[in-house]
């Protein structure tokens, strides 16, 4: 099945303490985005990757970093959390160019909370 | 920059209504124009989208229209189910960046009552 996977859905830490978030497809798509949704504001990107080795910065990266070593794999890393990155975090990937770039496909989302 | 505005919720109709959830734009280039639909605990899917001025998204009975004119893509549905209770995004994607940057609305939850 085409998916894309998050992991973990839930998680509760304490301010400070480095966590990875992992995103996985398995469509062999070449683009993938992290976005935060926060009530009222819909969903914002933090990075995106166009390919391998190629990442950029959205509009909310402060405090963020991703690394994409891997076509499938984009792991988003919050190497000092802090309370204002309470959120709800989605992965995203699309086609190549040609392929319908523009549409996105959702992982489930990670509900993190930072005490 | 490239903003997407939407009407805010929640929205709440009965079974069998007609909806309409307004969306309006701005953007300097020529986007491409998306509906997605977030069902309770799950991720962004999307339910229809149009490339281009008067073109029709439409899937599982919603429409939307690209109207260049007016800077809008309002979504609407001519008989709702409880089904389709959700939230709503409106988005964007920019072309001149190989459609890689997207810009989403606030979010419309709609809720219908049976």
């Known amino acids: 099945e085409a998916q894309v996977t998050q992991n973990p859905r839930y998680l509760i830490t304490v301010t400070g303490k480095k966590l990875t978030v992992t995103c996985s497809q398995n469509?062999?798509?070449?683009?993938m985005s992290w976005y935060r949704q926060d009530p009222g504001l819909g969903l914002r990107q933090i990075y995106y990757s166009m390919n391998v080795e190629v990442t950029d910065k959205g509009d909310v990266p402060e405090g963020y970093k991703v690394s994409r070593k891997e076509k499938r794999n984009f792991p988003l890393i919050l190497e000092s959390p802090s309370p204002n990155q309470t959120s709800l975090y989605f992965c995203?990937?699309?086609?190549?160019?040609?392929?319908?770039?523009?549409?996105?496909?959702f992982g489930p989302g990670t509900r993190l909370t930072v005490l | 920059g490239d903003s997407v505005t939407q009407m805010e919720g929640p929205v709440t109709l009965s079974e069998e209504a007609f909806l309409t959830i307004n969306c309006t734009y701005t953007?300097?280039?020529?986007?491409?124009l998306f509906w997605y639909v977030q069902y309770p605990g799950e991720g962004l899917q999307l339910l229809l989208k149009?490339?281009?001025?008067?073109d029709k998204g439409s899937n599982k009975g919603f429409e939307a229209t690209y109207r260049k004119e007016t800077t809008s893509f309002h979504l609407e549905k001519g008989s709702v189910q409880v089904s389709d209770s959700a939230v709503y995004f409106c988005a964007l994607s920019d072309r001149d960046t190989g459609g890689f940057k997207t810009i989403f609305g606030a979010g419309t939850r709609l809720f219908v009552k049976a």
């Open positions: 995203a990937s699309s086609p190549p160019p040609g392929q319908g770039t523009d549409t996105q496909y």
């Open positions: 469509m062999n798509h070449e683009y």
């Open positions: 953007a300097t280039g020529y986007p491409s």
């Open positions: 149009a490339t281009k001025a008067d």
